[in-house]
């Protein structure tokens, strides 16, 4: 498996999506991320590691859901802070762990995020995106199966029509066949709507099937060696298509 | 109209008695409850009979610093006593001793402008003190509901927040529900007020020998009053307090949130 995350010094060219220096961050009052220093490039890069080891804070900070204690995060080569955050949050998309739907309908999900600026979707065809029959449509969102909520999921943030999609630990409560599918459908999602993908898990073989790149966390340190174009074995097309 | 009873301590001591049955049933089914029984007693006692001589200065005086300042006293003190219980909201104090004063202020103005009471110790201070009291007790429980909600559900309002909500918008049917909370009780007890029980203010006017028509016509006022107070207060507090989950970059702050990594 190849790493192309950067450490120290790395600087941001104008296909970087993302770029942290020297970055910690704390949750509940204990740091989780010590001194971590990134840049994560356009396309598709797996942020792996085990339990507790900062993935999920640091996917916060990439759509500002969080802050860091210290350090500097940068989107396309502009701090974050110099940002509209609401207008970062919708073009930089967080699919978050379940369960995390909004009670109602799931047209009522799909809709609720584009209807904040006064937008209107297509429940069907962005249902259909993330592998959902457009009937599904006018079920409720507490009625689902956990790989239908998943997908649910994803077809809301699809509907802010990002640029970047999060996705944190996407397939951790599915069944293996379920996983494939959703696997399937974020490949094709990348492909179709020339998606980045920054995707957060605890299985490495998963990053190695999903992702160009990646980014190991152990103890909130970014353990990759450095700026690394070595592609992992999904960036080959024959494993995209 | 008949006079109001003589109560002397005499009257008082005699209605200890039914503080030892009391007594007697958590000796008897060992409910361990006996010392609890006896500083309530005691505090009772000691509590309101300072009020009383308080309240006896303040009608004498006649002046009405001395109502506002005991009304904000009540306000600052119901404040205090209301954050305990709202344990999970933080900052809760300001919210809700802005929310304690609102209420009080509007609700006793409004009275006064209307003409139903005059400016007068004698109406304005235990207005003043039922008010405060009630709009306490709707502030605290709508709090309190509010903290365990965002606590309960911060993955849903983090998934808001995701999607470009505000922390405004991330928060609302929380707070629509923490607001209902807070405001229900008093709609339930008016909805069955005189059929299952004769609220206080009834009570007391009846025991002082006014006519029952008189003694219902006050009691109204006082609880629309009440309705109107507890509607401010919730509101209010609610409003205020819920900023303070969240950062000014609509984040949830990490109070609200596990310390998952």
């Known amino acids: 498996m190849g790493s192309a995350a950067a450490t120290g010094g790395a600087t941001a060219g104008p296909s970087m999506l993302f770029e942290l220096k020297r970055v910690r961050a704390s949750r509940g009052g204990v740091e989780v991320l010590h001194d971590v220093s990134l840049a994560l490039p356009e396309g598709a890069t797996c942020v792996a590691g085990r339990s507790g080891s900062g993935k999920s804070t640091?996917?916060?900070?990439?759509?500002?859901?969080?802050?860091?204690?210290?350090?500097?995060?940068?989107?396309?080569?502009?701090?974050?802070?110099?940002?509209?955050?609401?207008?970062?949050?919708?073009?930089?998309?967080?699919?978050?762990?379940?369960?995390?739907?909004?009670?109602?309908?799931?047209?009522?999900?799909?809709?609720?995020?584009?209807?904040?600026?006064?937008?209107?979707?297509?429940?069907?065809?962005?249902?259909?995106?993330?592998?959902?029959?457009?009937?599904?449509?006018?079920?409720?969102?507490?009625?689902?199966?956990?790989?239908?909520?998943?997908?649910?999921?994803?077809?809301?943030?699809?509907?802010?029509?990002?640029?970047?999609?999060?996705?944190?630990?996407?397939?951790?409560?599915?069944?293996?066949?379920?996983?494939?599918?959703?696997?399937?459908?974020?490949?094709?999602?990348?492909?179709?709507?020339?998606?980045?993908?920054?995707?957060?898990?605890?299985?490495?073989?998963?990053?190695?099937?999903?992702?160009?790149?990646?980014?190991?966390?152990?103890?909130?340190?970014?353990?990759?060696?450095?700026?690394?174009?070595?592609?992992?074995?999904?960036?080959?097309?024959?494993?995209?298509? | 109209m008949t006079r109001a009873p003589d109560i002397g301590f005499a009257q008082v001591g005699a209605a200890l008695g039914l503080v030892a049955v009391a007594v007697l049933v958590s000796l008897w089914q060992r409910m361990r409850l006996e010392n609890d029984i006896a500083v309530a007693v005691a505090r009772s006692f000691v509590q309101l009979t300072a009020v009383g001589f308080v309240i006896q200065l303040v009608f004498e005086q006649d002046e009405l610093g001395l109502v506002v300042a005991l009304i904000a006293g009540m306000a600052v003190f119901g404040a205090f006593t209301a954050r305990r219980r709202a344990a999970s909201v933080p900052g809760a104090f300001w919210p809700l001793l802005v929310a304690l004063t609102l209420a009080g202020t509007a609700t006793l103005v409004l009275l006064v402008a209307l003409g139903v009471f005059s400016t007068a110790p004698r109406y304005l201070v235990p207005l003043g003190g039922m008010v405060v009291g009630n709009s306490m007790t709707a502030a605290a429980?709508?709090?309190?509901?509010?903290?365990?909600?965002?606590?309960?559900?911060?993955?849903?309002?983090?998934?808001?927040?995701?999607?470009?909500?505000?922390?405004?918008?991330?928060?609302?049917?929380?707070?629509?529900?923490?607001?209902?909370?807070?405001?229900?009780?008093?709609?339930?007890?008016?909805?069955?007020?005189?059929?299952?029980?004769?609220?206080?203010?009834m009570v007391g006017l009846l025991l002082a020998g006014a006519a029952p028509l008189e003694a219902v016509r006050l009691q109204l006022i006082i609880l629309y009053m009440l309705l109107g107070s507890v509607a401010i207060s919730s509101v209010t507090a609610v409003i205020l307090a819920q900023r303070n989950f969240f950062t000014p970059a609509h984040q949830l702050r990490d109070v609200a949130t596990p310390t998952a990594a």
Not at chain 1, 142 to 159: H, I, N, Y
Not at chain 2, 178 to 200: A, E, Q, W
């Open chain 2, 141 to 201: 429980v709508a709090l309190s509901r509010l903290g365990d909600e965002v606590t309960g559900s911060w993955r849903e309002i983090e998934a808001t927040l995701a999607l470009g909500a505000t922390a405004g918008q991330a928060i609302r049917p929380i707070v629509r529900r923490s607001l209902r909370s807070g405001v229900i009780p008093l709609i339930d007890s008016t909805k069955t007020t005189g059929v299952i029980f004769f609220p206080g203010t």
């Open chain 1, 58 to 241: 640091l996917l916060r900070l990439l759509n500002r859901l969080a802050e860091p204690d210290s350090g500097r995060v940068a989107y396309r080569g502009r701090g974050l802070d110099s940002l509209d955050v609401l207008a970062l949050r919708r073009e930089v998309a967080l699919v978050p762990q379940l369960p995390a739907l909004l009670p109602g309908a799931v047209a009522d999900n799909v809709r609720f995020g584009p209807g904040l600026v006064g937008r209107d979707v297509d429940v069907g065809a962005l249902l259909d995106l993330a592998g959902l029959p457009a009937a599904f449509a006018d079920r409720d969102a507490d009625r689902l199966s956990t790989g239908e909520q998943q997908r649910v999921m994803l077809a809301r943030a699809l509907a802010l029509e990002p640029r970047v999609l999060l996705l944190d630990e996407p397939t951790s409560a599915l069944d293996e066949r379920t996983r494939d599918h959703v696997e399937e459908t974020l490949k094709e999602l990348r492909l179709r709507l020339r998606l980045s993908l920054v995707l957060v898990t605890h299985d490495f073989a998963q990053a190695e099937r999903l992702a160009e790149r990646v980014v190991r966390l152990e103890d909130g340190r970014a353990t990759s060696p450095g700026l690394d174009p070595e592609p992992t074995s999904a960036s080959r097309p024959s494993t995209v298509r």
